[in-house]
């Protein structure tokens, strides 16, 4: 009987042993924005020479029981956690690249019988969020279409509006998304709203990966339907518009005006010129043969002589007198003869 409960003893130990010396990975799931790291410890009572860390089934770093870390990499390392009974390390993965998959962090110790564990690893984008049309003005009561936009995400993200600190029912938008090339996810989302005052409008895109929502925020204004800016914009074109026609009316009657003025201008210096050739047509010579009637005083030649040369001083002048009125006339309308005073003598000369 001692024999047997002797051996139940041993088998329970070497059970309680296997137990206990099962090797632990964690975290057992692990999700991480892109470029951030990632921490996963593999701990174990057992004795090993060699721990394998691997990703994808691909070995990104060795560790050796004795010496450490194998080699350098700048975006894995190893940190050792290792209390007096219970060997743990600790990997560090810095920035994992980006897979639509899950990913596969497996921890290995040889030699002897294999242990092995793997967890799960998803890495999720923080893309770009932007509300089309930005801040805006509109009239009181008009209707306003906003577009939330959330570029490059994954896993899709979730949306969400606000309205001046008050959250939107989702029934009062629509959100639609569209998966590219690359895996990433393209959102849009539509609200619409009817403005009375100043509002302050939120879009708030979340993963969950991310520890606070993205969001972007716009301020829209209300303006009552006939706003002074509206009034003054009006006054002044209308102002514009008047004087710019009186410019022109003015330009236009300047132009009738000297058109009107050219005909008459051209007709004036036509007979100013036709009344100089006729001045200097008519202007004649003195006919010194003449010799007036009565005695001529043939018998007394220096007698005549004197008397011919008073007769030629008492001759009366000829004045032109012209008038600048341009008149259809003939020239002897424009000519005034006067005679001096003097002798009640006649003279009477030739034109050549």
Avoid at 166 to 180: C, G, I, L, Y
Avoid at 231 to 245: G, M, Q, Y
Avoid at 292 to 316: I, R, S, Y
């Amino acid at each position: 009987m001692r024999g047997v409960l002797l051996l139940k003893l041993v088998l329970l130990a070497c059970v309680m042993h296997g137990v206990l010396s099962v090797m632990q990975l964690e975290p057992r799931n692990a999700t991480v924005l892109q470029g951030a790291e990632v921490r996963f410890n593999c701990s174990t009572d057992e004795l090993w020479d060699v721990m394998v860390w691997q990703l994808n089934g691909r070995s990104i770093l060795t560790i050796s029981a004795l010496h450490g870390p194998l080699g350098y990499h700048e975006s894995v390392w190893a940190v050792n956690r290792s209390a007096s009974a219970v060997s743990i390390w600790e990997f560090v993965l810095k920035s994992p690249e980006f897979s639509p998959t899950v990913q596969e962090v497996t921890c290995e110790l040889l030699p002897g019988i294999v242990h092995r564990e793997t967890a799960a690893l998803s890495v999720q984008v923080e893309g770009r969020v932007l509300i089309s049309g930005g801040n805006m003005s509109v009239q009181v009561g008009a209707p306003v279409v906003l577009q939330c936009q959330a570029v490059g995400w994954y896993p899709t993200p979730a949306v969400e509006w606000s309205i001046n600190g008050a959250t939107v029912d989702s029934s009062q938008f629509n959100s639609s998304s569209v998966q590219d090339q690359t895996g990433l996810f393209n959102i849009t989302s539509i609200l619409q709203l009817n403005v009375e005052n100043i509002s302050k409008v939120e879009c708030f895109v979340s993963i969950p990966a991310l520890p606070v929502p993205h969001t972007f925020t716009v301020f829209i204004s209300a303006e009552p339907l006939e706003s002074n800016s509206v009034v003054v914009i009006a006054v002044t074109v209308t102002v514009c518009i008047i004087a710019l026609l009186a410019l022109l009316t003015l330009m236009f009657f300047c132009r009738q005006k000297m058109i009107r003025s050219k005909p008459f201008q051209d007709q004036l210096s036509f007979g100013q010129q036709n009344t100089e050739n006729n001045y200097d047509e008519r202007q004649g010579k003195v006919n010194f043969a003449y010799h007036p009637e009565g005695p001529t005083g043939f018998n007394n030649p220096q007698k005549a002589d004197t008397e011919m040369t008073a007769a030629t001083q008492k001759v009366p002048d000829i004045i032109y007198i012209m008038s600048r009125e341009p008149r259809q006339e003939s020239v002897s309308d424009y000519i005034n003869v006067q005679r001096r005073d003097g002798p009640k003598k006649t003279r009477q000369s030739t034109t050549v």
